[in-house]
């Protein structure tokens, strides 16, 4: 094997390896959201006012993952 097929295969392991974390960002940020999205539905049914903070607390984990894309694009 060759040092480009070397650096070839690196590359891949490397891709893999991004791709693989931006997935378990996204499915910790699912499990995450699973639990607020009840509670921030259960607190808006009993006051309306709760909605914003119930929305930002919804919206809160998917950041993870866009963080995660950041670091992705930064290092790859």
Do not use: C, H, K, S
Not at 44 to 53: L, N, Q, R, W
Not at 56 to 72: D, F, K, N, Y
Request: aromatic share 6%; glycine share 14%.
């Amino acid at each position: 094997m060759g040092p480009e097929a070397a650096q070839n295969i690196a590359n891949g392991y490397g891709a893999a390896a991004a791709g693989l974390a931006v997935g378990l960002a996204a499915l910790a940020a699912g499990y995450a959201e699973r639990g607020i999205g009840a509670a921030a539905v259960g607190a808006i049914a009993e006051d309306d006012d709760m909605f914003v903070p119930g929305l930002i607390m919804t919206v809160l984990p998917e950041t993870l993952v866009i963080l995660a894309l950041v670091v992705v694009f930064i290092l790859g």
